[in-house]
């Protein structure tokens, strides 16, 4: 099956020398939300630019809906919404002409009716009137959103759109996403928050480098990424591990001073409790105990040093 | 022209247009400002001691030289600071991400440079009717110069505002290039008026050709026939519409 978005050994190298991309290929389905995570620098910004037309990539090429980006880019980009990472708004002019110029601009008649349902949904009708230096950052980024609605998109592409946003506006930000999903708009967004590429993502890619790592439906993701690590300190040192314990996946650290037991967040029952009990069975006295979630730096480490550790095998 | 994204076109027009209304007294009152300078200084001053020109009053005679120096001027600041702005302020990526290409952009910025100087120069126009009386021997002429004299330099202007990089880039052209060729383009005396040398080297002057058949249009006198004019002007058209298709083709400065 064929995807709205198909992009096919993508590569970019800016003139500067910088390599952004290499070689990455990736299918969107129709009504898929996709999150791409990556650190500062990994290409995130520089892939969903190609894919717009702000940028002339240097290799490979990319379809959306089935039309050439490069050669029949005007059926491209009428499918396409962008809210770029970088705020920029003509500073004297009322947000709702923002909106209705943009519409212009992609060759669509008035449509008032249907701004207001945008600007209402983007809790901006209040603000129509007044002039877009006025709004606060927040503000600005979803008269972002709205001028990248404003003449129905089928594919959006939001990168960082809660960079700068508070936690109130975040959620609010969820609920958006989440009416376009249920609108069938595909959606393309950046973060660099694992939590919130879990939330709204279908599926999440990881890009490091200018390489596409891997892609992965979000809830595969979790499970392999979603782990944690607890830590049970004890008071007297072991010298291994017990037998009737030997089926926890525990592991004993060099000083046998303390236990470490993985387990999964989202599983239904975790095992904590019957293991804190068997210790205690097995009189085996916990001085502390502490947890830690792998967080996505470590998802990062663990994806680019796999490679290596395969080379050293 | 099927396949032209009117509605875009009309989007950017009418978005510059705004911008110039919103400032219209300053918009029109410094080149009405220094008209009025212009007819003090040089009508007052030179007209004095030099009476007429080719059987033209002085005062009147500068009239057409006044009109194009401000539509050269407007022309080019208007559509270069036109297009550099959404490039400073960022803006400029929604042009880019839109199904606007170069012929939607061109004909929504241009247009509004070139409509902004066109009521300028009439303007100006009207302006002169309060110190000397203008008889205008074809006015169709007047306007069609007008008009394309308008297209080929915010053209130019919006090549300017594309290349340009810099504040100082974007006025470097219009102060270094555009006026000493109107000072020296036969805005203010007859080039039949300098020593034979010196004609010649005026003649090199593209913005000779077009004082001259603005001129003509005015009082039937020109430096240069009117097809040669006619032609110069067409010729800067067409090479201008080719450069900025080029750089949209290419991306040079918007998609690097
Ligand atoms: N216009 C440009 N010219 C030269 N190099 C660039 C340009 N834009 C980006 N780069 C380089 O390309 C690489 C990828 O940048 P990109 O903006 O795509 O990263 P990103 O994943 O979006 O990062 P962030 O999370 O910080 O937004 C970086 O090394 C960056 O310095
Ligand atoms: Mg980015």
Redesign the interface.
């Known amino acids: 099956m064929t995807g709205i978005i198909q992009i096919e050994n993508l590569s970019k190298q800016?003139?500067s020398g910088t390599k952004a991309l290499s070689d990455v290929s990736l299918t969107i389905q129709e009504g898929e939300i996709i999150a791409l995570l990556g650190p500062n620098g990994a290409g995130k910004t520089t892939l969903i630019s190609i894919i717009?037309?702000?940028?002339?990539p240097t290799g490979g090429r990319v379809l959306v809906g089935g039309h050439d980006i490069r050669t029949d880019?005007?059926?491209a980009?009428?499918l396409?919404g962008?809210v770029?990472q970088?705020i920029?708004?003509?500073?004297?002019e009322k947000v709702i002409?923002c909106v209705?110029?943009?519409?212009?601009?992609?060759?669509?008649?008035p449509d008032d009716a249907y701004i207001e349902q945008v600007l209402r949904s983007l809790a901006l009708w209040d603000k129509r009137n007044a002039m877009t230096r006025e709004l606060s950052g927040g503000m600005k980024r979803r008269v972002l959103i709205a001028?990248a609605l404003s003449h129905r998109p089928k594919v959006l592409f939001l990168d960082e759109p809660t960079a700068g946003v508070d936690v109130a506006l975040r959620r609010e930000m969820w609920e958006v996403v989440d009416q376009l999903r249920r609108d069938g708009v595909t959606i393309i967004l950046t973060t660099h928050y694992l939590e919130e590429a879990e939330e709204m993502a279908d599926r999440i890619g990881v890009i490091n480098h200018g390489e596409l790592l891997l892609v992965k439906p979000t809830a595969d993701l979790m499970g392999e990424f979603g782990k944690k690590t607890l830590t049970i300190e004890l008071t007297a040192p072991l010298a291994m591990i017990p037998d009737a314990l030997s089926d926890r996946g525990l592991r004993l650290s060099p000083d046998g001073r303390s236990l470490a037991y993985e387990y999964d967040t989202r599983a239904e029952r975790t095992g904590i409790a019957h293991l804190l009990g068997d210790l205690a069975g097995q009189g085996i006295t916990v001085r502390d105990v502490s947890t830690r979630q792998s967080s996505l730096e470590e998802v990062f480490m663990s994806l680019v040093a796999e490679p290596r550790q395969e080379v050293t095998a | 022209m099927s396949g032209v994204n009117w509605p875009g076109v009309w989007a950017i027009f009418h978005h510059e247009m705004t911008r110039f209304f919103r400032t219209i007294m300053q918009s029109l009152l410094s080149p009405v400002l220094s008209t009025v300078l212009y007819f003090v200084v040089f009508g007052a001053a030179i007209g004095g001691r030099i009476q007429s020109v080719e059987g033209v009053e002085y005062g009147a005679f500068i009239v057409p030289g006044l009109m194009m120096l401000t539509i050269l001027q407007q022309s080019v600041s208007n559509a270069s600071f036109g297009i550099y702005f959404p490039k400073f302020s960022g803006t400029i990526y929604e042009y880019l991400v839109s199904p606007v290409g170069w012929i939607e952009v061109t004909l929504g910025f241009v247009g509004a440079a070139a409509t902004k100087a066109v009521l300028i120069a009439l303007v100006i126009l009207l302006t002169s009717f309060f110190f000397v009386g203008v008889h205008i021997l074809h006015p169709v002429w007047m306007l069609a110069f007008l008009v394309l004299t308008a297209l080929g330099f915010s053209l130019l202007g919006f090549i300017i505002g594309l290349w340009a990089k810099s504040f100082e880039q974007l006025q470097v052209v219009p102060m270094m290039v555009i006026t000493p060729l109107v000072f020296l383009g036969g805005a203010f005396y007859s080039a039949e008026m300098l020593p034979p040398f010196w004609e010649g080297v005026a003649k090199l002057n593209p913005v000779l050709y077009l004082v001259s058949g603005f001129r003509w249009s005015f009082f039937g006198l020109a430096d240069v026939p009117v097809g040669v004019s006619l032609v110069a002007v067409g010729l800067m058209i067409a090479a201008c519409c080719a450069g900025i298709r080029w750089i949209f083709a290419t991306g040079w400065r918007l998609r690097e």
Do not use: D, S
Not at chain 1, 52 to 56: A, E, F, Q, S, Y
Not at chain 1, 88 to 92: D, I, K, N, V
């Open positions: 800016y003139g717009c037309g702000l940028v002339v880019w005007r059926a980009r009428k396409i962008l770029p970088e920029a708004l003509e500073p004297f002409n209705r110029f943009t519409r212009g601009l992609y060759g669509e008649g001028k």
